[in-house]
Nanobody
């Protein structure tokens, strides 16, 4: 099983930016979809965005569209989540998840905390 390791979380003021990374310990196959999810305290885990590895096409939840951008580095087997214009409601633990469908994952990272202060 490929291990996923997230990094880049932290504390930022509203309006600020962070870039999360999700590094895979092995090759990400073209059939993979790399997803980002988040879970805020007391809430269910929700889909944030996805990148289809074969095409590079990205998909986003309405709540982050226009503010968050996913990208990848094939050579490093790493996917990124650039988060701009952060809002306090973006505060959550962010998880990277690998699967074969948008919004689904069966291979998870440990998560990284993002806190946005008002």
């Amino acid at each position: 099983q490929v291990q996923l390791v997230e990094s880049g979380g932290g504390l930022v003021q509203a309006g600020g930016s962070l870039r999360l990374s999700c590094a895979a310990s092995g090759r990400i196959y073209s059939s993979s979809v790399m997803n980002w999810f988040r879970q805020a305290p007391g809430k269910e885990r929700e889909f944030v965005g996805a990148l289809r590895w074969s095409t590079g096409r990205t998909y986003y939840a309405d709540s982050v569209k226009g503010r968050f951008t996913m990208s990848r580095d094939n050579a490093k087997n790493t996917v990124y989540l650039q988060m701009d214009n952060l809002k306090p409601e973006d505060t959550a633990i962010y998880y990277c998840g690998r699967g074969i469908n948008i919004g689904e994952a069966n291979n998870w990272g440990q998560g990284t905390q993002v806190t946005v202060s008002s």
